[in-house]
């Protein structure tokens, strides 16, 4: 058992590795001498597993998974938070934007009684156009789920034990790892903590993948959108009703119309509306029930090292 783990998911890092490593070394030497460092490759093909093996070859604390594929950061989080042994565990990403002498900050927070603490970033390294969209992405996320999500805050954290248990327990195949752990409602505090400069290279987010990760999170955690949907088609159906009496009121002022035509638009729209509204409130749930019925494991793991290869993976 360790005091303390680290897990972070590794994609396209090979360059940061040993930097990251030696940096945690650092950090949580600080903290405890028993600590464990889980890197999650998830496939990035630049030759980030065998950075990692070569660091879990020089300190046995160091320890590695890879995915058989590429899943997602946060089915890599999964898999890191499936076999950490820690009583905290830090999540963090490998870019080094998270620096780990951050964690002596966080570990002290803990100590004051949280099971959640939060590294909320503080003078953000990211471009004018990142920021700005993620803003405005919280803000649709606010106000689609209820809650409220800070935009400074991101995976950057440390977790107790028993909030990782719980975690365990939700295998739900959208996965967002911060806005998971918001939602158990555990008491949580925020350090402001620097945000470092990139490492190396860009985020491998791009604008495809942010929103599709974004629409998949509104949908997995808020029924808002099928409300909206059944709202949406009640206006069209209202609005073809006013169409509709404006219509009858024009033809008995003028005394224009064709016989016929105002009854089938004013019935063609009413229904088009109401039926949108209901293969929205279907479609949705369906496709939901559909990907969580299929019960497939969140990840498939292809090699590990420091560690044995009989847990249960995915």
Not at 16 to 26: D, I
Not at 227 to 248: D, E, N, P, Y
Not at 285 to 313: C, H, I
Request: hydrophobic share 45%.
């Amino acid at each position: 058992m360790a005091h303390l783990s680290v897990v972070i998911p590794v994609y396209r890092g090979a360059a940061l590795v040993s930097e990251l490593v030696t940096r945690l070394h650092m950090a949580l030497r600080q903290i405890t001498a028993e600590y464990e460092i889980v890197l999650v490759e998830d496939c990035g093909g630049d030759g980030a597993w065998e950075k990692i093996c070569a660091e879990a070859g020089r300190d046995a604390r160091v320890k590695g998974v890879q995915l058989s594929r590429n899943f997602g950061q946060h089915h890599a989080i999964t898999a890191g938070l499936d076999v950490c042994d820690g009583d905290w565990v830090v999540v963090m990403d490998c870019d080094l934007q998270d620096q780990p002498e951050e964690i002596v900050r966080l570990y002290a927070k803990a100590q004051e009684g949280y099971q959640v603490v939060r590294a909320r970033r503080v003078g953000r390294q990211d471009g004018w156009m990142k920021r700005m969209t993620s803003r405005l992405f919280y803000m649709v996320f606010n106000y689609m789920t209820g809650m409220r999500y800070d935009a400074q805050v991101g995976n950057f954290r440390l977790i107790s034990r028993r909030v990782v248990k719980v975690l365990r327990g939700m295998r739900e195949q959208t996965r967002g790892f911060s806005i998971m752990v918001d939602w158990l409602g555990y008491p949580t505090a925020s350090v402001d903590v620097a945000h470092g400069a990139r490492g190396e290279g860009k985020s491998s987010y791009t604008w495809g993948k942010l929103l599709r990760l974004g629409a998949g999170i509104i949908v997995a955690y808020s029924d808002k959108p099928l409300w909206l949907a059944v709202k949406g088609g009640f206006v069209m159906s209202a609005c073809a009703v006013v169409w509709g009496v404006g219509l009858i009121v024009r033809a008995l002022i003028i005394g224009r119309g064709v016989p016929g035509w105002l009854s089938l638009i004013v019935s063609l729209y009413f229904l088009a509306g109401i039926i949108v509204a209901m293969l929205g409130v279907l479609g949705v749930y369906l496709g939901k029930t559909f990907d969580e019925s299929k019960r497939r494991p969140l990840y498939a793991v292809q090699a590990v090292v420091n560690m044995a290869d009989e847990r249960g993976w995915g």
